[in-house]
């Protein structure tokens, strides 16, 4: 099923696409968060920074989903509610970047599973953040 398709299954509708500016701002603000929060985890905060900038962000129309954002794995992408202030981004961001840094892919780019794993492959999510 096509990206699109499924986004419209699930009510949403992309309004626009947040500039390198948007996207900056917000993972910076995450990553800083991140590496102040778990200091024992000694996490590279450029590392968090550059992954979360490889995210594509959208605002979106979500219908009836009273939900501030939505990761979605296929095309990592976050899509944030259209009636979310711009401000807020980041406070809402956080959960779905999680999402994105703790997620193991294998080598054809497919999710094998999310979440903090203690596993021996370190090529994708949180793992990578730590050990590289």
């Known amino acids: 099923m096509k990206i699109d398709s ?44 550059s992954a979360i900038c490889r995210l594509n962000m959208y605002v979106a129309d979500m219908g009836f989903d009273l939900s501030g954002a939505k990761y979605y794995y296929r095309n990592n992408s976050i899509y944030f509610n259209k009636n979310i202030n711009f401000e807020k981004f980041s406070d809402i961001a956080i959960h779905e970047c999680l999402h994105y840094i703790q997620e193991i892919r294998d080598e054809r780019d497919n999710v094998v599973r999310m979440g903090l794993y203690d596993n021996v492959s370190r090529s994708s999510g949180l793992m990578k953040l730590q050990f590289s």
């Open 6 to 49: 499924v986004l419209k299954k699930e009510g949403i509708n992309v309004v626009s696409q947040l500039d390198t500016l948007q996207v900056n701002s917000i993972a910076k603000s995450i990553s800083n968060k991140l590496c102040l929060t778990f200091p024992e985890h000694n996490l590279n905060r450029s590392d968090i920074f």
